[in-house]
């Protein structure tokens, strides 16, 4: 067994705040869970699960519908998830927050509404290279539709975008840029604020992929200057199935439905609709309520641990681990970009992902492997995918030292 490094200096209390998170207060296959799977779902603290409950036990009911009691409770809770989705992002105003199932969702609402009606040949779609499958192929799919060309602005071998490719392909053909926050196979975060202004300069509006932005640092959208920011619920503590599309009201006004149904109308006839006011007119039917308050309730849970916080925490985290990983003979780290967040993607000697993924999971540490939906990531370092460890609040030092213990005896078994 190596020996675990204590001189981890945590800003905060981390124990006390994984004492919130009830799944993480059990054994896997013999050993107390060691959880480094964030960046695909992160665990939920009891107060989400808690305010879930509630809704279906006290106030279980269909929002914007009924005038009895329940509905004007479950109307009320939810509609106070979106306020504070609102002021957890500073956006201008309630109406350009739309719910959604998620950052899929919410990146397809913006190609095909957004987008799609107003681009054709000729016209270009500028992405990077180190974008997650939903922000490429929701743009494959309008490319198709509309033969607009997609153009990827290239990486390094660190995983950093190379930022002069970048610029030189924003020209006045580009209509959108969507451009990831945080790389989720490599953990860079690109440097949004001056992309975005470069973008601005040439009248190029900005979608952001802040799926992994949004559980690990503040985000202003105003301060960004961005004209869309899409996120999901599960990444950043709260349930799945639940997501926020922000886009500014002066371009959500001008877009027309993503779809069509209940809710989203204020007067229907066969002869023609009307539709909701923003931001109902893109959340046709029935949505994810339970969900959308438990969404809420992690926004209270982030905030009452602080952002910045949390940013220190992990950050602090992913220096120890980096520094750990790199002791350990054989081991190659994928993604080593100057600014990065609470990601490490490696291999170990030439033992497949899935393998090591298997053998961890036998010592009761949960890390992602395999392409991580972000294949050309891996076409460009020429493997199938990469083992992933990702970090959140509830992470320490000795999750850290039992990955590297774990890692170690897949190399004896490998030997
Ligand atoms: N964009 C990024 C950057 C992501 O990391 C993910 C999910 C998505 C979009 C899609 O989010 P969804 O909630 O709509 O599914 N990323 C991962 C991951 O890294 N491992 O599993 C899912």
């Not at 990486?155 to 924003?170: A, H, N, P, T």
């Not at 709260?238 to 922000?246: A, E, K």
């Amino acid at each position: 067994m190596t020996q675990p490094q204590q001189d981890l200096q945590d800003t905060i209390a981390v124990s006390d705040y994984r004492q919130d998170f009830p799944l993480l207060q059990q054994e896997v296959n013999g050993h107390p869970l060691v959880y480094l799977d964030s960046a695909a779902s992160a665990q939920q603290p009891a107060s989400v699960m808690d305010a879930v409950a509630q809704y279906e036990r006290t106030d279980h009911a269909n929002v914007h519908r009924g005038v009895h009691s329940l509905s004007h409770r479950a109307t009320d809770a939810y509609e106070q998830a979106r306020d504070k989705l609102r002021a957890f992002i500073n956006a201008e105003s309630r109406s350009e927050i739309v719910l959604t199932s998620g950052t899929t969702e919410s990146i397809n609402l913006v190609a095909q509404s957004y987008c799609r009606p107003r681009i054709g040949s000729g016209d270009r779609i500028l992405i990077t290279h180190l974008e997650h499958h939903s922000n490429i192929v929701p743009w494959q799919l309008v490319c198709e539709q509309t033969g607009a060309e997609l153009l990827v602005a290239p990486m390094d071998s660190r995983g950093q975008l190379v930022l002069e490719k970048l610029y030189e392909l924003m020209t006045d053909k580009v209509k959108i840029l969507a451009i990831g926050h945080v790389s989720n196979a490599l953990g860079t975060i690109h440097p949004l604020r001056e992309i975005i202004a470069r973008a601005h300069a040439l009248g190029i509006p900005v979608l952001v992929d802040g799926a992994q932005g949004v559980p690990h640092m503040a985000i202003d959208v105003q301060d960004l200057d961005c004209d869309f920011y899409a996120f999901s619920g599960h990444k950043m503590f709260g349930p799945t199935g639940t997501g926020v599309l922000y886009a500014r009201e002066c371009l959500l006004e001008t877009m027309p439905p993503y779809q069509g149904g209940g809710d989203m109308i204020l007067e229907v006839s066969f002869e023609g609709t009307t539709y909701n006011d923003l931001p109902y007119k893109f959340e046709a039917g029935t949505p994810n309520i339970a969900g959308v308050i438990g969404m809420g309730a992690a926004v209270d849970y982030l905030q009452s641990v602080g952002l910045a916080n949390i940013a220190e925490h992990e950050q602090q985290l992913l220096d120890y681990m980096t520094r750990r990983l790199t002791e350990i003979d054989g081991i190659r780290l994928i993604g080593t970009a100057a600014n990065k967040a609470s990601i490490q993607s490696f291999m170990l000697d030439d033992i497949h992902s899935h393998d090591l993924g298997t053998i961890l999971d036998h010592q009761g540490v949960a890390i992602r492997t395999g392409h991580h939906c972000a294949m050309p990531v891996m076409d460009y370092f020429g493997i199938p995918g990469t083992a992933r460890a990702s970090l959140a609040l509830y992470n320490n030092a000795d999750d850290v030292d039992r990955l590297v213990d774990a890692l170690e005896q897949a190399k004896k078994l490998f030997a």
